[in-house]
């Protein structure tokens, strides 16, 4: 199963941002939708953004107006910009890819850390 590839976590002050990548290289096959998820510490893994194959995107209602998710079709890699972040923004952050005729794969996730 090919497995999508995330970068760009780390450590940022409250108010800060980050750029979050997902690099879904190595199939053929066609995408459908890309989404990010993120798991805090205790909590199940809840959806913080989504981008489908023509554009539309979605966003829970904590992160609208602060994150915004991107596609590079001609690459397969999707962004997260993400802004004025708040420590309840902790957590790992993973990439989720639906191709087409296939279930969703997962990335490997990558630590976001919001501290002062």
């Known amino acids: 199963q090919v497995q999508p590839v995330e970068f760009g976590g780390g450590l940022v002050q409250p108010g800060g941002s980050l750029r979050l990548s997902c690099a879904a290289s190595?199939?053929?096959?066609?995408?459908?939708?890309m989404r990010w998820y993120r798991q805090a510490p205790e909590n199940q893994r809840e959806f913080v953004a989504g981008i489908t194959r023509g554009g539309v995107a979605t966003y829970a209602d904590s992160v609208k107006g602060r994150f915004t998710i991107s596609r590079d079709g001609g690459k397969n890699t999707v962004y997260l910009q993400m802004n004025l972040l708040k420590p309840e923004d902790t957590a790992v952050y993973y990439c989720?890819?639906?191709?087409?005729?296939?279930?969703?794969?997962w990335g490997q996730g990558t630590q976001v850390t919001v501290s002062s």
């Open positions: 989720n890819v639906r191709r087409l005729g296939a279930d969703n794969s």
């Open positions: 190595g199939s053929s096959v066609t995408i459908l939708v």
